[in-house]
């Protein structure tokens, strides 16, 4: 019988060229050692936000059909549940009626409650272990953590508690127990990792102070060049500036150097701890058959945080800090991100350079906000030889069919596989094949009435409020040269399309959504994160 363990490591936030597989400058060997030995695709894409791409990702299905159309507000009966469908089956589920033990270490960020247990809970929806956090975000020092359904004291955690390494540990911790059992494991690793706050140690932040100190537009044109000299990206002559990019300014360099630095800083302690999950496998003995997948949620976030006005509730922004000392939050020059008492996030400049060499972040459906690095690697399924790289489309709804087709041909028959139960297909496919393209994909996408339809090489997008744009992805993904109105009656017929499709599944018009927040007093900024 095929049952191989499978491993699902998830970044927050994280930008498409940060990583050195990918083009990055930031030190990222892990990632590159799973590179070497796994598949790349360059054309991945998941949805443009945390909780969406956490619901297709166990479910299949796009995420509006299965209750979370923006995060995890409960904006019944005008908007969205906020919570995951307790009747559609999640992956964890899936695999634990096939006999594998399951674990979820990190962040949730798929129930509407987070203060008490109920069945939206992960320990409810198919995982045996569970220790992280419920909201999507929150401190990397004292975050509210949760294990089982039990919540944790601060003085549990201990006073070098780093969110990231307790991830790493936890995950390491369930591969050595599992390990030597008869049976095989499903563990999920999502990581907050590099989603604000900025917070990192003083060592890993200091070497890329130099790094960074040329400016973004100096970054940005370099990763450019490593993505075309890896065949990631074709080749263009030159990235245009992108909206709302400034000049570098001396005068506040040093602060954005430094929220830079951080997010570096957060980024390579993501990689070493993934080194050391893979370090656990191979020690394992298990590494040839165990399923390694690789991605972030959604592109870079440009989501800048306002000095002194502090909207998010205490789990996942808190006042004060272990000490008891204040936290000063927000994007203030004048004070430098990474220490506990600071809450900032990196901005929009920074986040253009993430998203290399695309439009837009997190958020939003052009290519910026909805494509990730993403790699896999199982040696024995013949996945990944010598760095593959693959120029055939993958999307998030494609997680679980890849995974349940990994399974021997009855098991995988049985969860319906190749069925309509789910939204996406698997990939196994287009990774075995040494890197070649399946055939032509449709691909939908909405959030916060940003909306798009990739059907084939040609994409229709919008921003909630503005005019349907068209694009030919296959010669310019940047997004640069709209279309609509050389092609209008391929734009009225991608739209129709559209329409069909988000009526099909469920997706609630934006306003209606927006009109439900006010109405309950909700702070706009509360639908970040």
């Known amino acids: 019988m095929t049952r191989p363990n499978v491993i699902i490591i998830v970044a927050d936030d994280l930008g498409f060229s940060d990583i050195a597989p990918y083009g990055g400058e930031i030190d990222t060997p892990a990632l590159q050692r799973l590179s070497d030995r796994g598949v790349r695709m360059s054309s991945f894409y998941v949805t443009p936000r945390c909780s969406p791409s956490r619901a297709s990702l166990l479910t299949g299905r796009h995420p509006h059909s299965v209750g979370i159309g923006v995060l995890t507000t409960d904006n019944r ?212 058959d165990t399923l390694v997948l690789f991605f972030s949620d959604n592109g870079g976030c440009s989501e800048e945080l306002p000095p002194g006005v502090n909207f998010f509730p205490e789990d996942v922004a808190p006042r004060t800090t272990r000490a008891g000392g204040a936290v000063r939050f927000g994007n203030d020059p004048d004070v430098m991100p990474g220490g506990e008492d600071t809450y900032q996030s990196y901005g929009e400049q920074w986040a253009t350079v993430s998203n290399t060499p695309f439009r837009m972040w997190k958020r939003w459906v052009h290519e910026g906000g909805i494509s990730t690095p993403f790699i896999a690697s199982w040696p024995a399924g013949g996945v990944g030889a010598e760095g593959a790289l693959t120029h055939g489309i993958g999307h998030i709804t494609d997680i679980v069919p890849t995974v349940l087709g990994a399974l021997d041909g009855a098991a995988a028959d049985g969860l319906g596989v190749g069925s309509d139960a789910f939204d996406g297909e698997s990939l196994l496919p287009v990774w075995q094949a040494g890197g070649e393209a399946a055939g032509e994909r449709t691909l939908y996408w909405e959030h916060v009435g940003n909306a798009a339809i990739r059907r084939g090489d040609f994409k229709l997008v919008r921003e909630w409020g503005g005019p349907w744009e068209l694009y030919d992805i296959a010669t310019d993904r940047i997004e640069s040269v709209d279309l609509a109105g050389t092609y209008p009656d391929l734009v009225a017929e991608l739209a129709s399309e559209y329409e069909v499709w988000a009526r099909a599944h469920d997706v609630i018009p934006w306003q209606d959504v927006l009109d439900d927040y006010a109405a309950r007093g909700i702070h706009p900024m509360r639908a970040m994160g």
């Open 77 to 288: 009966p005008n908007g969205y549940a906020g919570s995951l469908r307790t009747e559609v089956p999640t992956l964890a589920e899936r695999l634990k009626e096939q006999g594998y033990a399951t674990g979820i270490f990190g962040k949730w960020h798929l129930a509407s409650e987070v203060h008490t247990p109920s069945e939206t809970w992960p320990t409810r929806r198919g995982f045996d272990e569970f220790r992280g956090i419920l909201p999507g975000a929150s401190s990397f020092y004292a975050p509210p953590m949760v294990e089982g359904e039990r919540r944790l004291p601060a003085d549990e955690l201990g006073d070098d508690f780093y969110f990231t390494d307790d991830v790493t540990g936890s995950g390491i911790d369930f591969i050595r127990r599992h390990a030597a059992e008869d049976a095989p494991y499903f563990l999920l690793l999502t990581y907050t990792a590099p989603h604000w706050p900025l917070h990192a140690a003083e060592p890993d932040i200091a070497k890329y102070r130099e790094r960074f100190a040329g400016g973004w537009s100096a970054v940005r044109e370099q990763r450019l060049r490593r993505l075309q000299d890896t065949g990631i990206v074709p080749t263009v002559d030159h990235l245009p500036r992108a909206p709302g990019l400034p000049e570098w300014d001396d005068e506040k360099a040093a602060w954005e150097i430094e929220r830079m630095a951080v997010y570096a800083a957060q980024v390579e302690s993501l990689d070493r701890g993934i080194g050391r999950v893979l370090d656990a496998v191979a020690a394992s003995g298990e590494e040839e």
